[in-house]
């Protein structure tokens, strides 16, 4: 399966939004790196949990392929939609931090 050509700007698009909300909230800038560093740390950890997710619910998709369980497979199919809509969305944040970090590595240049 391939990316439809505005995907790539749909996500983008999302990113910056995250940057947006998240400099309106909090200022362009962190306190400093180690604060940056704090965040993104958070972030990344919550995106794999949310991933994490995805992947344990694919097991349990191939098991209902498997022994033809079609209602537990759906439910399954629609818990790994929900993680992967909270991964991508916690990408996007990290997205968002990796921004906020350059910008704040600029001004302590």
Same mark, same amino acid.
């Given at each position: 399966? !391939?990316? @439809? =050509?505005n995907t790539e700007l749909h996500i983008k698009s999302a990113c910056l939004? /995250? *940057?947006?909300?998240?400099?309106? +909230?909090?200022?362009?800038?962190?306190? !400093?790196? @180690? =604060?940056?560093?704090?965040?993104?740390?958070?972030?990344?950890?919550?995106? /794999? *949990?949310?991933?994490?997710?995805? +992947?344990?619910?694919?097991?349990?998709?191939?098991?209902?392929?498997?022994?033809?369980?079609?209602?537990?497979?759906?439910?399954?199919?629609?818990?790994?939609?929900?993680?992967?809509?909270?991964?991508?969305?916690e990408l996007a944040q990290v997205w968002a931090v990796c921004e906020k970090?350059?910008?704040?590595?600029?001004?302590?240049?």
């Open positions: 399966m !391939s990316f @439809h =050509e939004f /995250e *940057l947006e909300q998240a400099e309106k +909230k909090w200022g362009k800038t962190y306190h !400093s790196l @180690h =604060e940056g560093w704090a965040v993104l740390k958070e972030e990344v950890e919550e995106a /794999e *949990l949310s991933f994490n997710g995805v +992947k344990s619910q694919a097991s349990g998709v191939w098991l209902s392929v498997k022994g033809g369980d079609y209602a537990w497979g759906e439910t399954c199919l629609n818990s790994m939609q929900e993680n992967a809509i909270h991964a991508m969305k970090m350059k910008k704040t590595a600029k001004k302590e240049e």
